[in-house]
């Protein structure tokens, strides 16, 4: 099923959600003024992966699983989802093993996402041959279309986000935490010129540092 456009159970946030006000969050204070307000706090965030998790699990926890993480901006949900993953492993009836592997798709400079992929790191990809990989990351096409050919035995995607956006290529990761309007959302590891990785929360830009 690689490349499968199936579409996962998502929790959507409407256009018209007017988010959570920040002064009821606890923030590094270096981003005060930097943000407008809380989209998906943290505690929501950690509860729809486990949920996720538990649908993976359910799905393809009959084998053993590789997970390939998107850095940069993949690392702290791929984190929170191996860690439920293992749990449920270990709290089952069979032992599923799990292994991960790190790539990196370089494609937004500043808030504009370029044309062009590129691809940096990760072990050599021929090792995925007859695995089932679980893809955890914001952009997935130019990597499906690199590992495919080493013909795992499936590919699913990962995603935490899915925005709304008009010029949308119709890729659908076929697990997906929230679909949000299309905002330029940073946190939880998702940057801006490197800023805001450290952001437990998913927050809104409203200024953009020098």
């Known amino acids: 099923e690689a490349g499968s456009s199936q579409q996962g159970l998502q929790e959507e946030i409407m256009d ?10 606890t923030y590094p204070q270096h ?4 943000l407008e307000y809380i989209l998906i706090p943290h505690g929501i965030i950690v509860d729809r992966i486990e949920r996720l998790a538990k649908d993976i ?7 053993d699983i590789m997970v ?16 439920h993953l293992k749990n449920i492993s270990r709290n089952s009836d069979r032992f599923v093993s799990m292994k991960v592997d790190f790539i990196r ?13 590129q691809i940096i790191g990760g072990d050599d990809l021929s090792t995925l041959a007859g695995k089932d990989v679980v893809g955890t990351g914001r952009t997935m096409n130019a990597l499906l279309s690199s590992i495919e050919k080493y013909k795992p035995n499936m590919i699913k995607v990962a995603s935490l986000l899915v925005k709304r956006q008009p ?3 119709g890729f659908r990761p076929d697990y997906a935490g929230f679909e949000i309007p299309n905002l330029f959302v940073v946190g939880y590891a ?8 450290d952001l437990n929360v998913n927050g ?3 200024c953009r540092p020098s």
Request: proline fraction near 2%.
């Open 68 to 83: 390939l993480c998107v850095l940069k901006g993949g690392y702290k949900f791929c984190a929170d989802l191996v860690e």
């Open 204 to 206: 809104v830009l409203l």
């Open 57 to 63: 699990m359910k799905d393809i926890g009959y084998s």
């Open 31 to 34: 981003y005060y003024g930097d």
């Open 167 to 169: 010029r949308s290529d």
């Open 16 to 25: 018209n959600w007017p988010g959570y006000d920040l002064n009821l969050f």
């Open 190 to 197: 998702l940057d801006y010129n490197e800023y805001f990785r």
């Open 105 to 117: 798709l370089k494609s937004y400079r500043n808030d504009e996402s370029m044309g062009e992929m």
